[in-house]
């Protein structure tokens, strides 16, 4: 199983997202534990990020919202860096 991190102002940023969007944390609960079981899951539609971001990947609570990670596999640990809408975060 895969270790899942928050990174520095994560839980902050978590927190005011999902006092918008109450709807989507079942979602996103379902999203975090495929990717701590199962990164490669299709339904994640995990993806390297480009540009500014691209240190980073994204992986998809539904087409619309986003979460960005710091997918470091080999040490097996995902930091969680930022959530929102595509938009948002990219």
């Known amino acids: 199983m895969i270790e899942i991190r928050f990174a520095e102002g994560y839980e902050k940023?978590?927190?005011?997202f999902f006092k918008k969007h109450k709807d989507i944390y079942p979602q996103?609960?379902?999203t975090i534990e495929i990717l701590s079981q199962n990164p490669q899951h299709p339904s994640l539609r995990l993806h390297k990020l480009q540009g500014k971001l691209s240190a980073y990947h994204s992986v998809s609570i539904n087409m619309k919202y986003r979460v960005v990670i710091d997918f470091i596999i080999q040490n097996d640990v995902i930091i969680l860096v930022d959530i929102g809408s595509h938009n948002d975060v990219y």
């Open 13 to 16: 940023k978590a927190v005011k």
């Open 28 to 30: 996103y609960k379902k």
